[in-house]
C-alpha cells in the first residue's frame, strides 16, 4: 500500500511562486515500479486536469497553460514528487494532487489548495 501526502499550497499574489511537495510512503514503492508520477488540478466547478507528468525514463509533459511557468521534479532516494510553480495567475487557482502510478495501482493524495490573488 502507498500513501501520498501533498504540502506546499498557500496563498499567494499573482506572479509569485510556490513548490508543491508530494511525499510518497508505504511497503510497495521503489523507483523500479513507479510507472508515472503527476500533478493534477480541480479548481471549483471544472473537472480534475492534468497539469504535469513525469514517466519513470524521465519524460515531461506539460498543460499548454502551464510550460515555462511549472517544473515537475523528484527525488528517488526520499520518494518525493515536486511542481516548481512560477510566474503564478490567477487561473491557476485550484486544489493540487499528486499522482502516483505503482505497478498496476494508482494512488492519490488528499490535495493542497493553491490560491493566486490578483
Known amino acids: 500500500q502507498v500513501q501520498l501526502a501533498e504540502s506546499g499550497g498557500g496563498l499567494v499574489q499573482a506572479g509569485g511562486s510556490l513548490r508543491l511537495s508530494c511525499a510518497a510512503s508505504?511497503?510497495?514503492?521503489?523507483?523500479?515500479?513507479?510507472?508515472?508520477m503527476n500533478w493534477y488540478r480541480q479548481a471549483p466547478g471544472k473537472q480534475r486536469e492534468l497539469v504535469a507528468s513525469?514517466?519513470?525514463?524521465?519524460?515531461?509533459y506539460y498543460q499548454d497553460s502551464v510550460k515555462g511557468r511549472f517544473t515537475i521534479s523528484r527525488n528517488n532516494a526520499k520518494n518525493m514528487l515536486y511542481l516548481q510553480m512560477n510566474s503564478l495567475r490567477p487561473e491557476d487557482t485550484a486544489v493540487y494532487y499528486c499522482?502516483?502510478?505503482?505497478?498496476?495501482?494508482?494512488?492519490w493524495g488528499q490535495g493542497t489548495q493553491v490560491t493566486v490573488s490578483s
Open positions: 499522482y502516483f502510478q505503482v505497478g498496476p495501482r494508482e494512488y
Open positions: 513525469l514517466s519513470r525514463d524521465g519524460s515531461t
Open positions: 508505504g511497503s510497495g514503492i521503489n523507483i523500479f515500479n513507479i510507472n508515472a
